[in-house]
DNA sequence: GATTATGTTGACTAACATACTCAGGTATCG
DNA sequence: CGATACCTGAGTATGTTAGTCAACATAATC
């Protein structure tokens, strides 16, 4: 039930942003505070950028910025970007359901839908506001 | 946050053996109940057995039986078992903890713990007569 | 006691995902 | 112009997943 590095470098990185309030940060400076390799923060930020959580500048004095304000922008979507589906399983995924040949019998999957709503639940009522104002 | 093909195989097993109340089942069996490959599950089923909750009968008339009450097999332990660690991310793992340079002012950590427990509590609370009796 | 049905063991592999690095290119400011 | 940034695409080392396969060991039955 693991979440990637990338997942959670992308989460760090947003509440880096989240943290300067309209003031652009470079990479290198995102990176001085999330700890995450530079080359690497770089991909992330820019599939942050095409996803329309980030606005960047280049050139001197450019860097990244928050796209949008912290209270619109939902962790469970952010993961759901990253890392693909929340759901355990692919036949109780609503974003990307995959039929099951067991499907009808199964009683495994009552159970694994229990977990997706717990699990999606938590992660589609937290924003990205919620982890930086410590409000869970 | 996917489970893996090996833990959902595992639960088919133990859920087709629960159905069974006493009586043995073959590999070929279980095989057709669970549309699990026979050689692949062969593997599952003798980890399954090694870690207490499946015993087996050799030669003719053989078979695997659960080895314990269907009450007593709690479904967190056995994911544990086959996938490790609950826990989206070491730094809030109970059963295999790992430190993080961030650790002190992490605002990610406290929602990961959230998540972690939402998840613990929902997996270690089922048994597997709960998921055969369809009460969840 | 030979046969046959079963579990046991260990090695092997193809495909994919993860977590990065690196070499260059492009826009912008001073 | 040139320094400072972001941008782009390729490449790579390592590990995980989802299996397969061949040969062996044991137990029941005829």
Redesign the interface.
Not at 34 to 47: G, M, N
């Given at each position: 039930?693991?979440?990637s590095s990338r997942g959670?470098y992308a989460?760090?990185a947003l509440?880096a942003l989240g943290l300067q309030e309209g003031n652009v940060s470079t990479i290198a400076d995102i990176s001085g505070q999330?700890?995450v390799p530079v080359a690497y923060l770089e991909q992330i930020l820019l599939q942050l950028k095409m996803l329309g959580y980030l606005k960047s500048k280049r050139g001197k004095n450019g860097g990244y910025m928050l796209a949008k304000a912290p209270d619109q922008i939902v962790?469970g979507d952010v993961i759901r970007s990253l890392?693909?589906?929340?759901?355990?399983?692919g036949c109780v995924s609503i974003t990307s359901y995959e039929a099951c040949?067991?499907e009808g019998t199964c009683?495994?999957k009552?159970?694994?839908a229990?977990?997706r709503d717990?699990?999606a639940q938590?992660?589609d009522q937290?924003t990205l506001a919620h982890?930086?104002e410590?409000k869970?």
């Amino acid at each position: 039930m693991k979440v990637s590095s990338r997942g959670e470098y992308a989460l760090r990185a947003l509440i880096a942003l989240g943290l300067q309030e309209g003031n652009v940060s470079t990479i290198a400076d995102i990176s001085g505070q999330t700890l995450v390799p530079v080359a690497y923060l770089e991909q992330i930020l820019l599939q942050l950028k095409m996803l329309g959580y980030l606005k960047s500048k280049r050139g001197k004095n450019g860097g990244y910025m928050l796209a949008k304000a912290p209270d619109q922008i939902v962790i469970g979507d952010v993961i759901r970007s990253l890392e693909g589906p929340l759901a355990p399983m692919g036949c109780v995924s609503i974003t990307s359901y995959e039929a099951c040949p067991l499907e009808g019998t199964c009683l495994l999957k009552p159970f694994w839908a229990l977990i997706r709503d717990s699990i999606a639940q938590l992660l589609d009522q937290t924003t990205l506001a919620h982890l930086i104002e410590r409000k869970l």
